[in-house]
């Protein structure tokens, strides 16, 4: 199959040309931003009718979430606009598409984990344009595919285990808050789960995480012991404690409950502590 991965450079899109990327599987073509820009129709439309794939995986995105409240054209430029010049040159190629969305269409106020049919209600520009994405995807490319997913981490990219581990070198005391909740999900296994859901061309809204829900304190506290490192330099403190205050809201439950694959009878990915002692691991070999 010939497979065209968008946001190629990005964290989770460097781990999705390795899956697809694997000798023997698919013929991946990855685009960065300066090879198909998202919020460009013409260079998208270029890429796609030029390449004819015929399945595109969008893991591009504009995610640095407090700059986005600063500039919301940008980043529904990027987030929407990107999404739906996709939607019609997929159309036009007959390519399936499957895009990646976030935790943050949730406002987080409900108790429980988050299921595919609750209700959205995004409280940050990042949200309000990812949510954007997503209806422009579902309804401009039939069949098509949007995954969401929450607290990604991996090998290649920014991201908290990385920041952990840096921090944590220097010793402590290093403060993290302890009333949002979340599933760290881990690049290569959720590029697993993006290669089987493309492949299979199932259409549809899915959360896709790792499992197991901890705090970003409880996340750090295991960062810092699976590094052999003492975890009680990791202290916890409250959203309202951070100083200075993040412009974004974040969600104080992101918790994905990854019901429609659950239902479907499809395995879910691993509790997250098995590929973050994989992780930590491969950042320090
Ligand atoms: N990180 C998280 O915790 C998290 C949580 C939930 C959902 N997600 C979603 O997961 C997906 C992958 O995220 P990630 O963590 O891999 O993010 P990332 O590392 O920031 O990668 C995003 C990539 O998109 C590219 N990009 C930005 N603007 C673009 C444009 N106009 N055209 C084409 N590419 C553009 C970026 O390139 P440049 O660097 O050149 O700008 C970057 O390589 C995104 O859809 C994100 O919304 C992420």
Redesign the pocket.
Known sequence: MKVLV?????????DLLAAFGRPGHHDVLG????E?????RS?VLAAVTGWRPELIV???????VDACESDPDRAF???AL?PRHLAEAAARVGAHLV??????VFDGTKDDPYTEWDPTAPASV?GRS?LA?EQEVLAGAPGAAVI???????V?????VKTVLRLSAGGGPLRFVDDQHGCP?F?DDLAGMIYRLGVDRRPGLFHVTNQGPTTWFGFARDVVAAAGRDPGMIEPITTAELDPPRPAPRPRNSVLDNAALRLSGVPLLAEHHEPLERTVAALLA
């Not at 969401?148 to 991996?154: D, E, H, I, S």
């Open positions: 968008s946001g190629a450079g990005g964290q989770l899109g460097t685009a960065t931003r300066s198909m820009d998202l919020a460009e260079s969008n893991a591009g995105a504009w995610t640095a430029r990027v987030n990107g895009h990646v969305s976030t935790d943050y990042y990812k994405g969401r997913t929450a607290w990604v981490c991996g290649h990219g920014a991201n908290m999900t690049t």
